[in-house]
Structure formats: structure tokens, C-alpha cells
């Protein structure tokens, strides 16, 4: 099973940036689909972004524009940059891996690896 460690997340006020990585423990960044989720208080896990073998990215309607995925394979680094930074943007954000080269969708059980999340507040 493949090890996924997100970065320190932290505490920004609105309209502020935050950049989360996630560093997996094997070399699979490059091969497989990857992405980004978050859970807030009370909610069910939604999809935030994702980017597949290819660099192919997709993501959520309310962060697009705001948010962007990328990796860099020879750190097997997993990124998330959130510019625009909203209230309602707080939650756990968590990275994930799917055991398949292209993503197919932002459906949290299709994707099989999970981190153990990083807290993201927006508060002024």
C-alpha cells in the first residue's frame, strides 16, 4: 500500500493563497490518477481536483479558476495551490491515489489510497 503524506496545511484569511502538497512513498505519481478532497464539518468528502498519468486535470465547479492540481513526477509530489481562499473553502483536505492512469471522475470511492488529511481554515 502506497503512503501518502500530506503537508501542513493552516489558517489564512479570506482571498488569502495556501499551497498542500502530498509526497507518495513509491514512485506512482506518474503513473496512476491522483487527487485532491476535502471534507468540512458535518459534510460528506467531495472532490476538489484531480490530474491523471497524463497531466490531464479536472475539478470541482466551485474551485475552478481558483484551484490548481499539478505534480512533479521526480519529487512524486502531488500539489495543490488555492488561490482565492473563501469561508466555505475550510475543511480537511485529503490526497488520493487510483489505481488506474486516467481519473474517472472526483467520486471519492473510486479512488483506493488516501493520506491522513491537513486542516485548512478561512477565517478572518
Known amino acids: 500500500q502506497v503512503q501518502l503524506a500530506e503537508s501542513a496545511g493552516g489558517s489564512v484569511q479570506p482571498g488569502g493563497s495556501l499551497r498542500l502538497s502530498c509526497a507518495a512513498s513509491?514512485?506512482?505519481?506518474?503513473?496512476?490518477?491522483m487527487g485532491w478532497f476535502r471534507q468540512a464539518p458535518g459534510k460528506e468528502r467531495e472532490g476538489v481536483a484531480a490530474?491523471?498519468?497524463?497531466?490531464?486535470?479536472s475539478y470541482a465547479d466551485s474551485v475552478r479558476g481558483r484551484f490548481t492540481i499539478s505534480k512533479e513526477n521526480a519529487k512524486n509530489t502531488l500539489y495543490l495551490q488555492m488561490n482565492s481562499l473563501k469561508p466555505e473553502n475550510t475543511a480537511m483536505y485529503y490526497c488520493?491515489?487510483?489505481?488506474?492512469?486516467?481519473?474517472?471522475?472526483?467520486?471519492?470511492?473510486?479512488?483506493?489510497?488516501w493520506g491522513q488529511g491537513t486542516q485548512v481554515t478561512v477565517s478572518s
Open positions: 488520493a491515489l487510483a489505481y488506474s492512469r486516467r481519473c474517472h471522475g472526483l467520486t471519492p470511492d473510486r479512488y483506493d489510497d
Open positions: 490530474i491523471d498519468n497524463d497531466g490531464d486535470t
Open positions: 513509491l514512485f506512482i505519481v506518474s503513473r496512476y490518477c
